[in-house]
């Protein structure tokens, strides 16, 4: 038995306003070409299908045509609810699109029914465990002294095990949105933090061959048997450099036999430049990022004028800008460090010329800082 295992995948995101909507759909309507060359005979997809709860027509579309690409392709698709999706919304009409080889786990109170799939082994029991919201999981689980992702995953995974228990010999996968300790995170996940415990163990999920995880973006080990696929594009600029891709999970007689990545293609990548302004619009080093998704972070000690229209007159995919050189960004130190040792007449001096575009202080107004910090300093005395 052959798993594609991808989660994350976030369709109807945008980068910093940008629509992504065309490279969602190009990256995973490529996964098709992966079903068919790697014999893939099922396709999971641990959580976070859509980027909203309420996904937009054109979001809803581009999922209906990659699913239809993969069942194409000769693979069953098993979705999970993660925390930016609707559960009841995803799980609409679930029992119908069964019979097209989409199976929709999106439901708490029947997470311990799995998807069974048959090989010349005998069967593979998928477990789609929705995400968990403690608040309302616990009640629906019937542990109501659980508040926290463990506590209800604990129960949620007792419930698996109790159900595995009934099928002896039958291998078992289990798919699941959380953050199992261990893991990386990136800057563009949505906080799940709960009452400040977010962290679930691997302990957790003994007891089942392959855990396919979702929630984190960035692809990673945790044990052979459990992994994180990681999203298929890059949602923000902390993961720039970031390759992305699947894996392709092999079941035998005896369990999970191997596991291997399977590199994913960025349309456009994420690209971070740092300089001043002129620098970054005159140097031959950043020709490639003419095509990438660019943010700026611009060093001029001077903020300059309108130069996010600057910055697009090179890179067209610029969309993100922030100005550091006013703050130390520039030489790396801190404003605290770079006002030590100075006096008060230098900081005001810097002050005045800084909002004033980098015109300096004359002898008269620099008279003038003297007076006024002067006076400030014989009322403080005289509190």
Known sequence: MRLLHTSDWHI?????????????????????????????????????VYDRAVPSADAQAVLDRVVGRLVGAGATVVLTPGNHDSARRLGTFSSLLTKAGLHVRAETARLDEPVLLADAHGE????????????????????TDARSHEGVLRAAMDRVRADLFLRPGVRSVVMAHAFVGGGVASDSERDICVGGVDVVPASVFDGVDYVALGHLHRPQTLLDRMRYSGSPLGYSFGEAGQDKQVWLVDLDAGGLAGVRSVPLPAPRPLTVLTGTLDDLLADPAHTAAEEAWVSARLTDPVRPSDPMRALRGRFAHCVHLEWIGGTGGGDGRSYQ?????????DVAGEFVAHVRGGVGVTAAERDLLTRALGAAGREELAR
């Open 124 to 143: 593979v029991a998928v477990y789609g465990l929705p995400y968990l919201e403690p608040e309302i999981a616990r009640h629906e689980l019937g542990v």
């Open 12 to 48: 109807g995101r945008s980068l910093h306003g940008a629509d992504l909507l065309g490279e969602q759909e190009a990256v995973l309507s490529g996964l098709a070409g992966v079903v068919a060359a790697e014999g893939v005979d099922a396709v999971v997809v641990a959580g976070d």
């Open 337 to 345: 460090e770079r006002l030590r040792g100075r006096d008060d007449l």
